[in-house]
């Protein structure tokens, strides 16, 4: 898991948003391959295991199939619409299948894996988490892509096919409410 993503993540459990503090046990460059996360206001702890935060609860990985769902990387890059570096993009589910086209097309810009399929796993240019419930912050990413079954929002509900707009804070289908006002 890439170090910096920490600030992106929170606890899972229902109660006050919380960040999570991480204890490195092992770090190689920038990834931390083995750990743990803990919250300061309920005291969980999650495991760091090969690079992944499981926070528990996640649904059985499906096996990998090529292209990633209905949407391919060329459809979904464009539909996140992050034309720059910097922020991560959430690939939740079978998107994820297609993260090293994806790379190539938003270039800069960090790749979360949320309970991906089978044989997808962390590594240079992609983090990999895994649980129930998105354990992400949701006004710390730039979009995200789910196929609405591979895990709940952080507010626990699921969303099907979500984009998220960090700007305005929209989650549906198409360009943000904040875009379509601006056109």
């Not at 690939?91 to 800069?108: D, F, H, Q, S």
């Not at 044989?119 to 609405?148: K, N, Q, Y």
């Given at each position: 898991m890439f170090i910096e993503l920490t600030d992106h993540l929170r606890c899972p459990a229902e109660h006050d948003e919380a960040f999570l503090v991480l204890l490195p046990d092992l770090v190689e460059g920038r990834s931390v391959r083995t750990g743990t996360l803990g919250c300061p206001l309920c005291d969980r702890r999650f495991t760091l295991r090969d690079g992944v935060f499981d926070a528990g609860g996640a649904p059985p990985a499906a096996a990998l199939s090529p292209g990633g769902g209905p949407l391919g990387p060329d459809a979904?890059?464009?539909?996140?619409?992050?034309?720059?570096?910097?922020?991560?993009?959430?690939?939740?589910?079978?998107?994820?299948?297609?993260?090293?086209?994806?790379?190539?097309?938003?270039?800069?810009?960090?790749?979360?894996?949320?309970?991906?399929?089978?044989?997808?796993?962390?590594?240079?240019?992609?983090?990999?988490?895994?649980?129930?419930?998105?354990?992400?912050?949701?006004?710390?990413?730039?979009?995200?892509?789910?196929?609405?079954?591979?895990?709940?929002t952080p507010d626990g509900s699921p969303r099907r096919r979500a984009w998220y707009c960090r700007g305005c804070g929209w989650w549906g289908r198409g360009p943000c409410r904040r875009r379509r006002r601006s056109t």
């Open positions: 979904l890059a464009p539909l996140v619409g992050l034309g720059g570096p910097g922020g991560y993009l959430v690939l939740v589910g079978p998107p994820a299948a297609g993260w090293r086209e994806m790379a190539e097309l938003v270039p800069g810009v960090g790749l979360v894996a949320v309970n991906p399929p089978a044989g997808v796993v962390d590594e240079d240019g992609l983090s990999v988490l895994r649980g129930g419930r998105l354990p992400l912050r949701p006004t710390r990413c730039a979009a995200s892509c789910s196929d609405g079954h591979s895990a709940a």
